[in-house]
């Protein structure tokens, strides 16, 4: 018997209509407040949203994988997982804005944080999404909330630059990942990714191989940019230093976790049963890897000749998004956890350097990596919080990064793929150079202003947070991997029948 509409358990999508109505709620508001009027309790009222739907995600864990709205939408661990990443950057984020984007830099504040919603209701519909149309709007709903995100400070001509820039580029990636999701639909006559997933390995022992690989080619592109892999990345540097540094840091792992969910989606669901009968071997290991490698040189490679502190971070994020498509590219044994592991861990370390960016930025009036001179001598804890984060980050012994990159390590070598083992090791001894420009600077260089630093409460809460979960996570390694191990991956890529 087919379901209506109102025979759905809608509370599994709680988290989504939380946000949702929040932002529809501040949107009004702010249409009838006075221009005068701080709007920074709306960013509160926003902030109590995302924690509301992060406690509904953290109490669905564990339960069956539900299918809604035509089997187009699908709540299952792997999808509560990545929502459960996306709120909490989300959340770390909005804790950030409240003290660093005054009226002066962002005029329509009220805006910002409803268009900040908005991107993370994106990210979470493409975690969820079991159809090429919802995945789609998804992707879209984040990235057009994206570019105007960019662009929120009107006054300011690198931001506009870089969100023209953002809106043209994203433009045509979406483009390439659209033109190859017209050759799925059109081979397997649907848009459901598991109709897709039966049909296309018919369409592949047909004699449509061709056309097989061609979409996988145009989604891999497309996918390219969203993660900001080399050679898709000319985009971030520009982009993530126009941004304000809330959104910049935002876009680095918000948006990069997101993409992840849906390269996972696609690939491991769509493409499964081609990739099963020796597609991926041929195809698609080796092209990724060919991203990962890339990704990982050019990054880290440019970022040596980086002075400002936000574009070195962007190469620096270019170069994550290499480690991170490593467990993928090579399909080694728990690669769904090594991978939720990095994230995890880039999610902390990553927040808490721009965290501390924006402390010295906002005191400084500076970005660049010379700004951080005599941050020791000026805030001690700072600067030791800075490096902790700093030397996660270049992945030395013992810290988060450090276990994020040896289990990928692992899986490359498992795999017997000894060339990208041999670069993920040279690119991270390289990494060493540039992340420790910044503790030359706080430790050995003189600050030309001896005045103690002023640190507002909320950043100082954010960057504890991030250096406590980033110790956490390097001290309790095999723990986290085992939680991580307990969670029912398989079942998000298995069709369901009829739900009940």
């Given at each position: 018997?087919?379901?209506?509409?109102?025979?759905?358990?809608?509370?599994?999508?709680a988290?989504?209509?939380?946000?949702?109505?929040?932002?529809?709620?501040?949107?009004?508001?702010?249409?009838v407040?006075?221009?005068?009027?701080d709007?920074?309790?709306?960013?509160?009222?926003?902030?109590?949203?995302?924690?509301?739907?992060?406690?509904?995600?953290?109490?669905?864990?564990?339960?069956?994988?539900?299918?809604?709205?035509?089997?187009?939408?699908?709540?299952?661990?792997?999808?509560?997982?990545?929502?459960?990443?996306?709120?909490?950057?989300?959340?770390?984020?909005?804790?950030?804005?409240?003290?660093?984007?005054?009226?002066?830099?962002?005029?329509?504040?009220?805006?910002?944080?409803?268009?900040?919603?908005?991107?993370?209701l994106g990210?979470?519909?493409?975690a969820?999404?079991?159809?090429?149309?919802?995945?789609?709007?998804?992707?879209?709903?984040?990235?057009?909330?994206?570019?105007?995100?960019?662009?929120?400070?009107?006054?300011?001509?690198?931001?506009?630059?870089?969100?023209?820039?953002?809106?043209?580029?994203?433009?045509?990636?979406?483009?390439?990942?659209?033109?190859?999701m017209?050759?799925?639909?059109?081979?397997?006559?649907?848009?459901?990714?598991?109709?897709?997933?039966?049909?296309?390995?018919?369409?592949?022992?047909?004699?449509?191989?061709?056309?097989?690989?061609?979409?996988?080619f145009?989604?891999?592109?497309?996918?390219?940019?969203?993660?900001?892999s080399?050679?898709?990345?000319?985009?971030?540097?520009?982009?993530?230093?126009?941004?304000?540094?809330?959104?910049?840091?935002?876009?680095?792992?918000?948006?990069?976790?997101?993409?992840?969910?849906?390269?996972?989606?696609?690939?491991?669901?769509?493409?499964?049963?081609?990739?099963?009968?020796?597609m991926?071997?041929?195809?698609?290991g080796?092209?990724?890897l060919?991203?990962?490698?890339?990704?990982?040189?050019?990054?880290?490679?440019?970022?040596?000749?980086?002075?400002?502190?936000?574009?070195?971070?962007?190469?620096?994020?270019i170069?994550?998004?290499?480690?991170?498509?490593?467990?993928?590219?090579v399909?080694g044994?728990?690669?769904?956890?090594?991978?939720?592991?990095?994230?995890?861990?880039?999610?902390?370390?990553?927040?808490?350097?721009?965290?501390?960016?924006m402390?010295v930025?906002?005191?400084?009036?500076?970005?660049?990596?010379?700004?951080?001179?005599?941050?020791?001598?000026?805030?001690?804890?700072?600067?030791v919080?800075?490096?902790?984060?700093?030397?996660?980050?270049?992945?030395?012994?013992?810290?988060?990064?450090?276990?994020?990159?040896?289990?990928?390590?692992?899986?490359?070598?498992?795999?017997?793929?000894?060339?990208?083992?041999?670069?993920?090791?040279a690119?991270?001894?390289?990494?060493?150079?540039?992340?420790?420009?910044f503790?030359?600077?706080?430790?050995?260089?003189?600050?030309?202003?001896?005045?103690?630093?002023?640190?507002?409460?909320?950043t100082?809460?954010?960057?504890?947070?991030?250096?406590?979960?980033?110790?956490?996570?390097?001290?309790?390694?095999?723990?986290?991997?085992?939680?991580?191990?307990?969670?029912?991956?398989?079942?998000?890529?298995?069709q369901?029948?009829?739900t009940?």
């Amino acid at each position: 018997m087919e379901k209506s509409i109102i025979h759905y358990d809608w509370t599994v999508m709680a988290p989504e209509l939380i946000l949702v109505a929040a932002a529809a709620l501040m949107t009004l508001i702010d249409l009838v407040m006075k221009e005068r009027w701080d709007r920074r309790w709306l960013g509160a009222l926003g902030l109590a949203a995302v924690l509301a739907a992060g406690a509904f995600v953290v109490t669905s864990f564990g339960g069956k994988p539900y299918e809604i709205l035509g089997n187009t939408y699908r709540v299952d661990d792997f999808a509560l997982t990545f929502k459960a990443l996306i709120l909490g950057g989300t959340a770390l984020v909005l804790l950030l804005s409240f003290a660093h984007l005054g009226r002066e830099e962002v005029q329509d504040q009220g805006e910002y944080y409803y268009l900040l919603l908005s991107a993370a209701l994106g990210g979470m519909i493409m975690a969820s999404s079991a159809d090429l149309i919802t995945l789609f709007v998804g992707l879209e709903l984040l990235s057009i909330s994206s570019y105007i995100l960019v662009g929120v400070r009107k006054k300011r001509t690198e931001s506009g630059e870089a969100a023209w820039k953002y809106v043209i580029l994203g433009g045509a990636s979406s483009a390439f990942i659209l033109y190859g999701m017209s050759f799925l639909y059109g081979m397997a006559g649907s848009t459901n990714l598991f109709v897709v997933q039966q049909r296309l390995a018919e369409a592949y022992l047909q004699g449509y191989e061709s056309f097989v690989y061609l979409s996988l080619f145009l989604m891999i592109v497309g996918f390219g940019f969203k993660v900001a892999s080399a050679p898709f990345h000319t985009w971030a540097p520009d982009v993530y230093q126009g941004a304000p540094t809330p959104v910049t840091g935002f876009l680095a792992v918000v948006s990069k976790i997101a993409a992840f969910a849906f390269v996972f989606r696609i690939l491991i669901v769509a493409y499964l049963q081609p990739f099963q009968m020796g597609m991926w071997l041929e195809i698609a290991g080796p092209l990724l890897l060919i991203l990962a490698g890339t990704s990982m040189i050019v990054g880290n490679a440019v970022a040596l000749r980086q002075t400002n502190a936000k574009r070195l971070l962007a190469y620096s994020s270019i170069a994550h998004a290499g480690y991170l498509l490593v467990p993928l590219a090579v399909w080694g044994f728990s690669f769904f956890e090594s991978t939720l592991y990095y994230l995890l861990a880039y999610l902390l370390m990553t927040i808490g350097a721009f965290a501390v960016l924006m402390i010295v930025e906002k005191n400084e009036k500076s970005e660049d990596i010379a700004a951080f001179a005599g941050l020791y001598q000026r805030s001690p804890l700072l600067a030791v919080a800075m490096t902790i984060l700093l030397v996660s980050l270049a992945g030395i012994p013992v810290t988060a990064g450090f276990f994020g990159k040896f289990y990928i390590l692992v899986n490359a070598l498992s795999s017997q793929k000894l060339w990208i083992a041999l670069i993920m090791i040279a690119t991270t001894v390289v990494s060493y150079f540039y992340y420790f420009e910044f503790i030359r600077q706080m430790y050995f260089r003189p600050s030309p202003r001896g005045e103690k630093l002023a640190i507002p409460g909320l950043t100082a809460a954010v960057v504890l947070l991030a250096v406590l979960g980033t110790v956490g996570l390097g001290v309790f390694p095999q723990n986290v991997l085992q939680f991580l191990g307990g969670i029912q991956w398989d079942s998000a890529f298995v069709q369901m029948g009829p739900t009940q």
